[in-house]
């Protein structure tokens, strides 16, 4: 004897259809600049690090979609500008079988935490090749992150609503 739990409204035949494919990651852009070289490698000071992190995501196909995790680091001597390290990481994910809001959280957190370790590694390289100190990111919660915005975007909209 087997036991079997019915499914209501066809949930588990959609999970089993739900499928993820990465097809593509890649450099899409990645630029390093160091204003203040040489002066600033004889600077003494304790540096400020300022991370800028931003996702956007573009459909390209039916089901395809191009997700660009842009890293911005800005290092800071004595308010000068030591350096200026962005890379765009880009992926090409294939989603179906998802409803819209898990698609949404997919590419909200998924993707980037699928794009992140590629980031890392090419931030790492940027400032290393620019006559640095190494610099390793620490892990990013995107998680958290997406859980916060949709915080804010549902305490927003009931604002905008009545204004």
């Known amino acids: 004897m087997t036991d079997t739990a019915p499914v209501a409204n066809g949930a588990d035949d959609q999970q089993q259809m739900a499928q993820v494919a990465v097809q593509k ?9 160091a ?22 995501v573009q459909t390209i196909g039916d089901n395809v ?10 290092c800071k001597i004595n308010d000068k500008t030591a350096y200026l390290a962005e890379v765009q990481q880009a992926g090409i994910f294939g989603m179906m079988g998802f409803d819209q809001a898990t698609l949404h959280g997919m590419l909200g957190t998924f993707a980037p935490n699928t794009l992140f370790p590629y980031a890392r590694q090419a931030i790492a390289a940027l400032v290393l090749d620019g006559g640095f100190p190494p610099f390793l990111l620490q892990p990013v919660n995107f998680d958290q992150i ?10 927003e909209q009931p604002a905008a609503a009545t204004a």
């Open 25 to 33: 990651i890649y450099v899409k852009d990645a630029s390093f600049e």
């Open 35 to 56: 204003p203040n070289a040489p002066m600033i490698f004889q600077d003494q000071g304790q540096p400020n690090i300022q991370l800028n992190l931003n996702q956007k």
């Open 65 to 74: 979609y191009e997700v660009v995790l842009t890293v911005t680091l800005t």
């Open 146 to 155: 997406y859980a916060e915005n949709m915080r804010r975007r549902a305490l």
